[in-house]
């Protein structure tokens, strides 16, 4: 949406597409000369899967983290993977955090990157816990930009 592009580019994006209106891998191969990109982050999901495929050059991986638009089709290895040598991934925290020293790292390294000003984060909106079938609704509904609090009622 024009407000989403507007908070990527008050963060420091220097292009934004958005992916309902234009053919985002065109975009992306115009911007780069034709090389792709070495990573894709795709949160969106089953419609733009192929097209984020398109954006990467070869060698390069593609990170599906995010169902928003529904659930990845099974990849066809041949059409999808193979032509270019990609890599694909569909990282999950609970793999990356499975041992309590790497939780208390990961956080350690965290919470460095937002004290020393590396990120910055801002609420995008705080609900009652009353609230808690609205935030949801917010949240499946795609309004929310940003972290969401739940806000323990007095």
């Known amino acids: ?3 989403k592009i507007e908070i990527a580019k008050k963060y420091g994006c220097d292009f934004v597409i958005n992916y309902k209106k234009e053919s985002f891998d065109k ?3 115009e911007i780069t000369d034709n090389r792709g990109l070495s990573v894709v982050y795709d949160g969106v999901g089953k419609d733009t899967f192929e097209k984020s ?3 990467l050059k070869p060698k390069g991986m593609m990170i599906s983290f995010g169902n928003s638009s529904g659930a990845l089709n099974p990849i ?3 059409k999808y993977i193979a032509p270019k040598s990609l890599f694909f991934t569909r990282p999950g925290l609970t793999n990356y955090v499975a041992e309590r020293s790497e939780l208390d790292e990961a956080a350690e390294k965290l919470f460095d990157t937002i004290k020393f000003g590396k990120i ?3 609420i995008f909106k705080e609900y009652n816990l ?3 079938r609205k ?3 917010d949240l499946e509904g795609r309004k929310i930009i940003g972290p969401a609090l ?3 009622n007095e």
């Open 1 to 3: 949406s024009e407000s």
């Open 53 to 55: 495929i398109n954006c």
């Open 150 to 152: 739940l806000i323990p």
């Open 76 to 78: 066809d290895v041949k």
């Open 130 to 132: 009353s609230d808690t």
């Open 135 to 137: 935030a949801h609704e």
């Open 120 to 122: 910055k984060i801002e």
């Open 27 to 29: 975009k992306v191969l």
